[in-house]
């Protein structure tokens, strides 16, 4: 399979694949990357049926681990929009595969967007849940994070009061785009109601795996997840 390295105002991608006229637009979860296990069969499955792939790092991840700019939502959604931009000068046809965090950046930032198709695997649909969460689990009030800006937590991300507000100010209220989702029946990152709910409101087929966590990557959940793949990517 071909792979092009790319910089698309910036920002280290890759492309995946010969020439076509369609592309999937791959946007990655938190601590991964453009080349990750999960993106690499993505276009394994979709470069076989017709598509190209293209996939970046946001920021603070892969190759953009060393720059300054914060793995924050506001810098993150900018990254997909110049993506975008790229996606749509170069193909008349654009899919969309989004994982965990990436999800809601898309969710958000591609709100107006029509893709074809649409693929999350273990999505968070609602950020503010996620980031309510972090909070209680480690005894932070709205008060003690509006008065600190930032506190470190033993999970690994921080709490951040400017990206408490910004998820507060941006749920989810319009998604056009038919989504098929793949979730992992011990996901404890986003709560199956909370899901259920969001795939009742946009009309999204979600296939449960059980046994599974947030972070499919055990051989069985990898090879559950290729054969979902290729139900739901069509041959062009």
């Known amino acids: 399979m071909e792979r092009t390295m790319l910089k698309i ?3 280290p991608a890759i492309l995946w694949g010969a020439p076509q006229p369609h592309v999937l637009v791959a946007v990655h979860g938190n601590l991964s990357h453009k080349a990750d296990t999960v993106i690499e069969l993505l276009a394994e499955v979709a470069c076989s049926r017709g598509y190209q792939v293209l996939s970046f790092d946001l920021p603070g991840h892969g190759a953009r681990k060393i720059e300054p700019t914060p793995c924050h939502m506001p810098p993150c959604m900018d990254s997909l929009k110049a993506i975008m931009r790229y996606a749509h000068a170069h193909w008349p046809a654009i899919g969309l595969f989004a994982c965990s965090m990436g999800a809601y950046i898309s969710l958000v ?18 950020m503010q849940s996620v980031i ?4 209680e689990a480690c005894g932070v009030t709205p008060q003690q994070l509006e008065q600190q800006k930032r506190i470190s937590t033993p999970y690994g991300p921080e709490l ?4 408490y507000n910004f998820v507060a100010a941006h749920p989810i209220s319009c998604w056009p785009s038919p989504t098929a989702i793949l979730y992992g029946q011990m996901d404890d990152v986003c709560r199956y109601d909370i899901l259920a709910g969001f795939a009742k409101r946009f009309g999204c087929e979600v296939k449960v795996l059980p046994g599974s966590e947030h972070y499919f990557h055990t051989p069985h959940q990898l090879a559950a997840y290729q054969t979902w793949l290729q139900a739901h990517i069509p041959h062009r």
């Open 9 to 11: 105002e910036g920002i």
């Open 109 to 126: 930032a591609l709100e107006q967007e029509r893709l074809s198709p649409c693929l999350f695997l273990s999505p968070v649909v609602d």
């Open 132 to 135: 309510g969460g972090m909070m």
């Open 160 to 163: 951040v009061w400017s990206e």
